[in-house]
């Protein structure tokens, strides 16, 4: 299975991104998609995750009252809503799927959970 994160870009202080993580191949066994975002010298940090049936869902707290994450059912992607964004938001954030099974906080919000990561989209923030 192949990623492709998309909607990134350059916004201002308090503008809003939506950044879609669409999938080519088989999700079969896609049992959790995740956001993180990394800037550079940093580790790869959690944003959100999701399990395959949208009953589950977690936001890190960082950015939890103004980031949601949600399956788009119609279009088989996993969408981060991002709002009231701030200069701090910004980096490159990758989408991930966990290919096996479990959901655990911790287990989720580990990058080294997940088995398949797409490339990246820059989200810049400017003040």
């Known amino acids: 299975v192949q990623l492709q994160a998309s909607g990134g870009g350059l916004v201002q202080a308090g503008g809003s991104l939506r950044l879609s993580c669409s999938t080519s191949g088989s999700t079969y066994g896609a049992y959790v998609r995740g956001w993180f975002r990394q800037t550079p010298g940093k580790e790869r940090e959690f944003v959100a995750a999701?399990?395959?049936?949208?009953?589950?869902?977690h936001v890190s707290a960082s950015v939890k009252d103004r980031f949601t994450i949600s399956k788009d059912l119609a279009k088989g992607t996993v969408d981060l809503q991002m709002n009231s964004l701030k200069p701090e938001d910004t980096a490159t954030y990758f989408c991930?799927?966990?290919?096996?099974?479990?959901?655990?906080?911790?287990?989720?919000?580990?990058?080294?959970?997940?088995?398949?990561w797409g490339q990246g989209t820059q989200v810049t923030v400017s003040s």
């Open positions: 991930a799927i966990k290919g096996t099974p479990g959901w655990s906080l911790a287990l989720v919000t580990r990058s080294s959970a997940y088995n398949y």
């Open positions: 999701v399990s395959w049936n949208g009953i589950s869902s």
